[in-house]
Structure formats: structure tokens, C-alpha cells
């Protein structure tokens, strides 16, 4: 089963000077192997990525920011290193293993790049690039057959991605469909005129056809690939070093935000391309939400979305923009989109449970912080959250479980114990109510004013009981 194979294939990787820690399972991150013979500007953008990794080691973003820079300098070896850690803490996550399939194919590992990307779209099955990059790489093997039902179930996915559309004309060039393919491809070419990857392969499906020179590549065509639609593989080009944003970076080690800030917005103001202002966008949204200029992020957050309106990780910060705004109703929309176009990423659930219980779409925060206590079992933080879910949904019997379940695990739990002592309050339970109320007193619990509310509770429910004449359990 391909899900499996990569985790076995990954499983042991660790990095030059890199050891497993046997407490916690984690590794340090892959180190440079040779770093007098690099260029000081690679040495320092490594360092960097690795101190954000050994500061956040449970991170499964820093592991993979850090696997694209390796990435991007070419140490693709070390790239899959951190990719497999990613994914080794966040296996449901699809992004790390399409990006680890990338890195594989880079450095000729053609067959386990086929399992990751396999493992990606087993996860998320409805992001075409990666059935067309699975195209692409059984194209290469040469498994031709199996190469166009990839690009077949790109086109399916979404059939406005080029990709699908050129490597099933690429197929059909290699099968002698000649005017097939011609066909594809015209019609591409003339939605995306500008594209010279398209032009590229039209013209040698001309040749083939024995209409030379019905078109001509321009004198100065670029030999750089196309950049198709593809969120995730932008991911990574994110991380190419520009020497504009060397000077940022310092500023950002230094603590000098506003620094940083001034620069951003001069770059931002001067870019040549959505491309080019998507980059300082992105850290510049950061700046403006670390620094509590609400406005400002809001508004770079929804400039990166008309750019990119598929990255559901501006959408998770666009949702934390407004639940700090207090615009719940904005959070949640944002939220369901991000996990819409990315079920599959584990940690968004954690902010989206938050963002729903404060909508008070209890139903939704509790189905939320299950997906959460999926990968982290052991937080009794979420199990509270949960806990307080399930009360809010007016669903008492699993409120009881679960709280049942938080104090097992944290007797200690004050909060714990008054939420205990609600729920059997509204089971009706009196006595067991009244014992968690006062546990939950000895334990710290110090609001008085709640106290004082669930104790009225239970003395007005003592009195329907006795003149109905029934005991408290």
C-alpha cells in the first residue's frame, strides 16, 4: 500500500551529524556538510532555518521551510531528510510528501518519488498539480500508459490546469496521436499566448506532423519553465534567496521590526509582478499581525489571496486576523474555506475549534477538536476545549465523557472539575454535581461568580426534586 511505503522508506533518515533523540524521537536537523566551501550568504540562510527548527522542533512547517531551502541550494539529499521528518510528525499532511516527491525526483530516486506523491494523493486527492506531477514522473520511467491516466485525473480535477492538458498532449506525441495532441495544445496556447513551455512542445508536435516553421519561438524565449497555477510548489520557489530580503531578515533577527517593516513596504511598492509583491506580502502580513496593525494585515492578507486564491495557509492567518478583529463571522468563512481547500492539515483544526467555539457553532468546535486529538491524544488542553464543546452543544452524556476522561488523566484540573460539576447539573445528577463543585473549589477554582450561579442551580433543582419527590444521584 503506497501510503505506507514512503514512512518505511523515510523512517530512518537522519542527517550528517544528526542522531535521534531518545526521548522524544525528534532529530536535529540535517547540518551543512562542508560550509567553508559555500558562499557565506547559503551558510547564513541555512543556520537560520535550522535555529527556527531547533527552537519549534515540533513544528512540521519549520522542518519543511527548512527542507525548501536546502531544496533551493541544491542539498536536495538533505531537503528529503527534513521533508520525511515533516511528514514523519505530520503523515495526514499532503504538502510535505508532494514536496518530498519533488526533491526525490531532483536527485533520480524516480521510484520512491512516485510513492510519495502517490502517499499526497491519497491524502488529498483533489489537487490536480499532483496528479499531474505523478504524470509527469511515470512519464519519464517511460510507463506511458499510466502517465496519461494521471494527466487524465488532473484534467478531471480541474480542467483549467495546464499541466494536465501538456502531459497528456506530451503522451499522445509519444503514441504517434500527433493531431491529438496538436489539437490540446492549440487550444491551450491560445488560452495562455504568453506561455512558452506550450510553445515549446507545439512546436515539435508541428515537426512531427511535418509542418515546420507554422510556429516560431521568439529569438530571446527564456529556457525557464512556465509557473502554472500551483500553490504548493510556489511554496518552495518562496524560499529561493533574494538579496533583497537578506537585509529584512537581519532586521528580523535584530528585533527591529519597523526596520524590517520599511524595507518591505519600499520592495512591495517596487515589485515588477504579482510574483515579485506576493513575496514581500507574505512577510510583510506577518509584521502587520505581530504588531497588532490589524488593518494593514487584513489588507495584505487579501492582496496575497487575489494572487493566490487557492493558499489556504493565507486564509488560517486571514482567520486569525479576524478573530483578533472580533469579526467571528469573517474568521469562521475563512477558516472553513482554508480547511476546505486543505483537509487534510492537522494543526488548522486546533485554530479553527478555537474560532468556532467563540462563534458558539459548538457542533462544529467539537468535530474540530476531535480531528485535533487524532495527532495529539495526549493534550488535555484540547480535551477540555472538547469537553467544553460538547457542554456548549448541549450534548451532556459525551460533555461527561469527556471530562470524565480530562480528570483521569488531570485530576488537578479546576476548570476541569466545574465544567464536571455543570454537565451533572444538567444530567441531573445532583449529589455528583455538588461533590465536583466542591472539588472543584479545593482545587482552585475562584470564580465566584460562576460558583455562586451553579450553587443557586442546585439548590433550585434540590427544590423540584424534593416536591416531586425525587433523590439527587
Known amino acids: 500500500m503506497a501510503f505506507f511505503a514512503p514512512l518505511l522508506l523515510f523512517g530512518s533518515a537522519c542527517g550528517p551529524g544528526g542522531a535521534a533523540d531518545g526521548t522524544s524521537g525528534r532529530r536535529e536537523p540535517p547540518r551543512i556538510g562542508n560550509p567553508e566551501e559555500l558562499d557565506q550568504r547559503v551558510v547564513e540562510r541555512i543556520d537560520e532555518a535550522r535555529l527556527a527548527v531547533l527552537q519549534r522542533p515540533d513544528d512540521p512547517r519549520t522542518w519543511a521551510a527548512l527542507g525548501m531551502i536546502f531544496e ?41 518519488a512516485i510513492e510519495a506523491i502517490e502517499t499526497s494523493l491519497g491524502l488529498h486527492a483533489d489537487y490536480a498539480p499532483s496528479h499531474a ?13 499510466e502517465a496519461r491516466a494521471a494527466y487524465e485525473h488532473s ?25 491529438a495532441a496538436i489539437e490540446i495544445l492549440e487550444r491551450v496556447l491560445e488560452e495562455r499566448p504568453q506561455d512558452l513551455l506550450v510553445k515549446r512542445v507545439l512546436v515539435g508536435a508541428y515537426r512531427q506532423a511535418g509542418r515546420p516553421g507554422e510556429l516560431e519561438l521568439p529569438d530571446d524565449a527564456s529556457p525557464k519553465t512556465e509557473r502554472w497555477p500551483d500553490p504548493w510548489a510556489e511554496e518552495v520557489r518562496a524560499h529561493q534567496d533574494d538579496p533583497a530580503l537578506r537585509k529584512v531578515t537581519k532586521f528580523l533577527m535584530e528585533g527591529k521590526q519597523l526596520e524590517a517593516l520599511a524595507v518591505l513596504e519600499k520592495l512591495r511598492d517596487k515589485a515588477q509582478s504579482p510574483d515579485d509583491e506576493r513575496a514581500y506580502l507574505s512577510q510583510l502580513a506577518g509584521i502587520y499581525l505581530s504588531l497588532e496593525r490589524m488593518r494593514d494585515a487584513e489588507t495584505a492578507y487579501r492582496r496575497l489571496l487575489q494572487i493566490q486564491p487557492e493558499n489556504s495557509q493565507v486564509l488560517l492567518s486571514l482567520a486569525e486576523v479576524y478573530e483578533k478583529k472580533g469579526e467571528l463571522p469573517s474568521a469562521v468563512q475563512a477558516m472553513r474555506k482554508a480547511l476546505e481547500l486543505n483537509p487534510n492539515y492537522a494543526p488548522g483544526y486546533r485554530q479553527a475549534g478555537r474560532i468556532y467555539y467563540k462563534a458558539t457553532l459548538f457542533a462544529e468546535a467539537a468535530e474540530a477538536f476531535e480531528k485535533v486529538r487524532a495527532y495529539d491524544k495526549d493534550s488535555t488542553g484540547i480535551l477540555y476545549l472538547l469537553s ?78 424534593a416536591a416531586r419527590g425525587v433523590q439527587g444521584g
Not at 483549467?160 to 503514441?175: C, D, I, N
Open 133 to 145: 506531477r505523478l504524470g509527469n514522473f511515470k512519464f519519464e520511467a517511460g510507463y506511458l500508459d
Open 72 to 112: 533551493n541550494e541544491r542539498m536536495r539529499g538533505r531537503a528529503v531528510e527534513c521533508y520525511a521528518e515533516a511528514a514523519r510528525m505530520d503523515p495526514d499532511e499532503a504538502r510535505w510528501w508532494f514536496h518530498m516527491a519533488g526533491a526525490l525526483s531532483k536527485i533520480d530516486r524516480n521510484d520512491e
Open 388 to 465: 467544553m464543546s460538547r457542554f456548549g452543544e448541549k450534548n451532556w452524556e459525551a460533555a461527561e465523557a469527556c471530562f470524565m476522561e480530562l480528570l483521569e488523566a488531570e485530576p488537578d484540573h479546576a476548570d476541569g472539575w466545574f465544567g464536571f460539576a455543570r454537565t451533572n447539573l444538567k444530567l441531573r445528577r445532583l449529589d455528583k454535581a455538588e461533590r465536583a463543585l466542591e472539588t472543584a473549589k479545593a482545587k482552585g477554582f475562584a470564580d465566584e461568580q460562576m460558583i455562586k450561579q451553579v450553587t443557586g442551580s442546585l439548590q433550585r433543582a434540590r427544590q423540584r426534586a
Open 155 to 179: 484534467i478531471e480535477v480541474d480542467t483549467t490546469y495546464p499541466g494536465g492538458w501538456v502531459g497528456l498532449a506530451r503522451v499522445q506525441l509519444q503514441m504517434d496521436e500527433t493531431e
